[in-house]
Structure formats: structure tokens, C-alpha cells
């Protein structure tokens, strides 16, 4: 153990500390209110529609109203008591006025053996040959019944309008047709069972091109459409024409020539997909 004795001393700097005011090296900062810029003054603008002006005299409004109708009934009971309201009519059959002649009726035995109906027509792009589709209207359910397209060139040597100059048969009948508008060769057509077909008539003994399958990428309803529209897509200058089908189901699509064309050799003359 040991005892230790600490002791304390106070010690007292030689020289005091001085302080002094300083200013910083940024001036003051002054803030001043700045009004916003000028304001438009605002105007009262009307709709482009006006309001209904309601009529004060409600029997003024309901006797005009009575008046139109009793001017018009007179009229609307004249023409029901008409004993023949279709009397001033004249077909075309019985209006040699018209200068409109029958020249031929055009027939096919085979459609008529099968008992089918013209469903659609259309001319081709030279417009010297017209095509009928045949099939039946009166359909529920799917289709058994076959369908013939039938082509007559009106203005070849040896033209008759019993025989068609080209026929096809498919295993459906067809709803719709439509000849494409540039190439006088293509021919498109639609069955009721939902299939959409291309047919080019430069190869007789090979003419259907592509068959569109039946699935939920495609038609599943008859076809009641066709029509070749112009692909907007593309520049003017490479404008080419699509195919437009329209479905019972209310399916729009559009097909490329161009899938057509490769279908027969890569998937067996199955058109892959619409192109939208």
C-alpha cells in the first residue's frame, strides 16, 4: 500500500483571447415579389350545340304534331287501300323498254343433279369469265353436303352455257366467293363449315391452292364474306392485295397471297395463319 499526496495548481495564460465581427465573402442576398405574367382576360364562349329551348305553350308544340300526323295518314292509308300496291312494278323480264335482253342461262348438270343453288357470283379481272358457287341455304348443324364452283369463259370458241368451262367439287358447300381483281387466275371461296380456299385456275388439274383449317385460330362459322383489300400497311409502291373473310361468329381476318403460295409445298395446302 502507499499514500500518495496530490496537490492542485492553477495555471493562467500569458496573453487573453480577442474576438472581432467578420463579414462572409457573399454579398446579402436580396428578395424582391415578382408578380406572374399576364394574365388573359377570360370570355364567356358558347357550345357548339344549343341548349333545347323548351316551348312555353305545350298545346302549340302537341297541335303541330298532330297536324304532321294527320297529313301523313291520309297518305299511309291512300297506299294500303291499293288493290295491287305493286302495280306501276315492271320486271326485267317483261321491260323491253329497258333495252335488257336475256342472252343466255347459264346451267351446270351436276349442281343441278345435287340439288344446289347459286350462292354467290363473281367476274374475274378480265371480265370475260363468271363464276358461280353452289351449295344449299338451308343448313343447321354441320355440313355433309357438297359444293361446285362453276366457270364459264363467255367469249372462248366453243362456249355453252350448259356445259361451265371449268368446274371444281368440295366436300362442303360453298357460301361466298370472290375473284381476285388484278390476277384473272385466282378465285377465292368460302364454305360453311368456316374454311376459307384458294383456287388458281391457270393449273386446271391442281387448281385449289390452300385450304384454311378449322380451329379457334381461324373460322369456325360459315364464311359470309370475301373481299380483297389493299394492304395500307405497305408504301405505295408495294401495295399488295390481302384476302378479307368474315364469319358467322363475327371473326375478321385478313390473309396474305404470299402464305398461299408457299402453303402447297411447305404445309401440305394448309394456309399456317391470317396474317391478322
Request: with cysteine; proline share 5%; charged share 20%.
Amino acid at each position: 500500500m502507499f499514500d500518495v499526496d496530490c496537490a492542485s495548481k492553477l495555471f493562467k495564460t500569458k496573453q487573453g483571447v480577442n474576438s472581432r465581427d467578420a463579414h462572409a465573402q457573399t454579398v446579402k442576398v436580396c428578395s424582391h415579389s415578382v408578380a406572374t405574367g399576364g394574365c388573359s382576360p377570360r370570355r364567356e364562349g358558347s357550345m357548339q350545340t344549343e341548349h333545347l329551348r323548351r316551348s312555353k305553350n305545350l298545346a302549340d308544340d302537341m297541335a303541330r304534331v298532330k297536324a304532321i300526323l294527320d297529313r301523313l295518314s291520309v297518305v299511309m292509308m291512300h297506299e294500303l287501300d291499293l288493290e295491287d300496291p305493286f302495280g306501276s312494278y315492271c320486271p326485267l323480264d317483261a321491260a323491253e323498254q329497258h333495252g335488257i335482253t336475256y342472252r343466255h342461262t347459264l346451267t351446270s348438270k351436276s349442281a343441278t343433279a345435287a340439288n344446289l343453288q347459286c350462292i354467290a357470283l363473281s367476274w374475274n379481272a378480265t371480265g370475260g369469265m363468271i363464276c358461280a358457287a353452289f351449295g344449299k341455304s338451308c343448313i343447321s348443324g354441320w355440313c355433309d353436303d357438297p359444293g361446285i364452283i362453276c366457270c364459264w369463259h363467255l367469249f372462248r370458241d366453243g362456249f355453252s352455257p350448259n356445259v361451265p368451262s371449268c368446274s371444281f367439287d368440295y366436300s362442303c358447300c360453298f357460301t361466298s366467293l370472290a375473284c381476285h381483281p388484278s390476277n384473272p387466275s385466282l378465285l377465292a371461296a368460302g364454305t360453311f363449315n368456316g374454311e376459307v380456299l384458294l383456287y388458281d385456275l391457270a393449273s386446271p388439274l391442281d387448281a385449289l391452292r390452300a385450304v384454311s383449317d378449322v380451329n379457334i385460330y381461324f373460322h369456325r362459322e360459315p364464311i359470309t364474306a370475301l373481299k380483297w383489300a389493299l394492304n395500307m400497311k405497305m408504301s405505295n409502291s408495294n401495295k399488295d392485295l390481302h384476302l378479307v373473310s368474315v364469319s358467322g361468329e363475327g371473326r375478321v381476318l385478313w390473309w396474305s397471297p404470299k402464305t398461299f403460295l408457299k402453303s402447297n409445298s411447305e404445309t401440305n395446302a394448309h394456309i399456317p395463319v391470317p396474317v391478322r
